[in-house]
């Protein structure tokens, strides 16, 4: 069975910085691209950052560019998100999503994405 499980989440102040991080079980992991997503309150869930599963290929979505960086280590399972300059507008609940497929470039379909962790919350003060 798939488990994903995040950590890292708190309350920072704007401009400060958190990492997330995503522990990931139950298959092989380096096969397999992993994304984060985030929701804030009263609005949809929107994709923030994908790795590929070789951690070759990154994408972000626009409003995060050059403030977060997602990487991920497949000797220990794990997939991070460094989160520098943090915004008020950051504030979410984020959670890290597996792949369906292995090896699969399908990134930006969120329907492509099988398993999900529980969230963490990251809440950025002005």
């Known amino acids: 069975q798939v488990q994903l499980v995040e950590s890292g989440g708190g309350l920072v102040q704007a401009g400060d910085s958190l990492r997330l991080s995503c522990a990931a079980s139950?298959?092989?992991?380096?096969?397999?691209?992993m994304a984060w997503f985030r929701q804030a309150p009263g609005k949809e869930r929107e994709f923030v950052a994908v790795v590929s599963w070789s951690g070759g290929s990154l994408y972000y979505t626009d409003s995060v560019k050059g403030r977060f960086t997602i990487s991920r280590d497949n000797a220990k399972n794990t997939v991070y998100l460094q989160m520098n300059s943090l915004k008020p507008e950051d504030t979410a609940v984020y959670y890290c999503?597996?792949?369906?497929?292995?090896?699969?470039?399908?990134?930006?379909?969120?329907?492509?994405?099988?398993?999900w962790g529980q969230g963490t919350q990251v809440t950025v003060s002005s």
């Open positions: 139950g298959r092989t992991f380096s096969m397999y691209a």
């Open positions: 999503a597996s792949m369906r497929a292995p090896f699969s470039s399908r990134w930006l379909i969120s329907s492509e994405y099988g398993y």
